[in-house]
């Protein structure tokens, strides 16, 4: 850290420098701080004590995301809005990343602790697409949390639907996932995830339509009000609605408010990957006949013969799904918040 540090406080000569200035004697002393959000060429900086600060970066720092923990140094005079410049960037306990068909790999936000990975009884519960969620949280080493939302309508469902439902949440508690359940509308489970909350840096992925957003609403009221009053106060008009920004809830915990998680396909992933996101099957690795065992119909095949006993066989045969979509077109393999 400190290396890194000193390299980016003294960045080499012809690197380029900031629109703005400042002499080292212009500057505060170096301050710990929290990238609250990030706009191009600037970023939201929280300090210990709560206040915030809009930051230049300087050029020697090549990635800088929502979440991160950086060093800083307060301006003694503001320049048009800009009230000091982030030095250096602490390195990541973990970072979630999308991919990008044209940029590869993007990260969004850093030090998650917890991904809350939301579906709900409708539309209609989809346990492929929550799969497809877990693989990608279990690529980052970040702890995924499954939320069933509006479970006020489960009684519009009928009782083989509501038992199917049920069924599928019970494989995913068998394997070790916790599962949580909540409703904007009833206010029932929301104490539950408040809790969950509380002691971690969250995030909430979904599929379009599931209720991500009045979720977070139930569980921050205050949120809608302090999205209006930091577009209103920013200088930098729509950009404020369309960036990770990372909120604090009043009883403890962070929450990362993203779009850029709209995108969170797996069409960059390898077949090993893929397995490895399924934490069932970590016992069988290295066990088929076949070292290039496909895990379709190959003979031999460990996973084929444990799904008989030790793998749930809706979750091999959604392992299979995605194994054959790797290979489909970038643009249509990707599934949406």
């Known amino acids: 850290m400190k290396a890194n540090h000193d390299k980016k406080l003294h960045p080499k000569a ?8 400042w002499q080292d004697d212009e500057l505060g002393a170096t301050e710990q701080g929290t990238v609250i959000s ?41 320049e048009h809005s800009i009230r000091g410049i982030i030095e250096a960037v602490h390195d990541r306990e973990s970072v979630l990343s999308r991919p990008d068909v044209y940029d590869g790999v993007k990260p969004i936000a850093a030090n998650i602790s917890q991904i809350l990975i939301v579906s709900s009884v409708l539309p209609a519960f989809n346990s492929d697409i929550i799969d497809r969620y877990l693989v990608a949280a279990e690529q980052t080493g970040i702890t995924p949390v499954i939320v069933l939302n ?4 489960l009684n519009a469902l009928s009782q083989d639907e509501q038992t199917n439902i049920e069924q599928q949440l019970e494989i995913y508690r068998t394997i070790g996932y916790q599962v949580l359940y909540g409703s904007s509308q009833s ?4 104490s539950d995830i408040k809790r969950q909350l509380s002691q971690h840096v969250s995030i909430f992925v979904g599929q379009s339509g599931v209720g991500k957003s009045t979720l977070v609403n139930a ?3 205050e949120l809608g009000v302090i999205t209006q009053e930091v577009s209103q106060n ?23 408010d993203s779009p850029g998680i709209r995108e969170f396909g797996l069409w960059h992933l390898t077949p090993e990957q893929v397995f490895n996101g399924f934490r069932e099957f970590e016992q069988f690795q290295g066990l088929c006949k076949f070292r290039d065992c496909k895990h379709q119909n190959d003979p031999g095949c460990a996973l084929i013969s444990a799904s008989e006993q030790d793998i749930h066989p809706k979750r091999l045969a959604s392992f299979q799904r995605i194994l054959a979509s790797l290979g489909d077109n970038k643009l249509t393999s990707r599934f949406n918040d």
């Open 38 to 78: 990030r706009f191009g060429q600037h970023a939201d900086v929280e300090n210990n004590d709560g206040t915030i600060y809009r930051c230049n970066l300087r050029r020697s720092i090549s990635s800088l995301v929502c979440g991160d923990k950086v060093l800083w140094r307060l301006g003694k005079e503001t």
């Open 219 to 221: 569980l921050m009221p």
């Open 150 to 153: 509006k479970i006020d309508l």
């Open 14 to 21: 012809g690197s380029g420098i900031e629109k703005i200035q």
């Open 187 to 190: 206010n029932e489970g929301i």
């Open 234 to 256: 920013s200088g930098l008009g729509q950009h404020t609605t369309t960036v990770a920004r990372l909120y604090h809830f009043e009883e403890g915990g962070d929450l990362i």
